[in-house]
């Protein structure tokens, strides 16, 4: 299985950015799907998750301002980041299970001031 993620790049502290992932390969549908991300000098945490039942989690940190969605596509997930402030710094990356873990290579957000 490889997760594909497009968009992130630089923003504006208030503005706001759109994260898409879609899993490729021979799967079925993925028990869970979501987002992680790591800024410099931290551990890895969670963003926002949804299961194939549509249960959603997200963090403290990012809630009332990221919403989580699936895409059209069978195992697609998209995070649409709002009011992004430069504590969202970090590399986001793309999560899925099922039976195993899968992780993409990862893409940079950054929030300037």
């Known amino acids: 299985v490889q997760l594909v993620e497009s968009g992130g790049g630089l923003a504006q502290a208030g503005e706001s950015l759109k994260l898409s992932c879609s899993a490729s390969?021979?799967?079925?549908?993925?028990?869970?799907m979501g987002w992680y991300r790591q800024a410099p000098g931290k551990e890895r945490e969670l963003v926002a998750t949804?299961?194939?039942?549509?249960?959603?989690i997200y963090s403290d940190s990012v809630k009332g301002r990221f919403a989580i969605s699936r895409g059209d596509a069978e195992n697609s997930v998209h995070l649409e980041m709002k009011n992004l402030q430069p504590e969202d710094t970090a590399v986001y990356y793309c999560?899925?299970?099922?039976?195993?873990?899968?992780w993409g290579q990862g893409t940079q957000v950054t929030v300037s001031s």
């Open positions: 999560y899925a299970s099922r039976m195993y873990e899968y």
């Open positions: 390969g021979k799967i079925f549908r993925l028990a869970v």
């Open positions: 949804i299961s194939h039942e549509d249960e959603i």
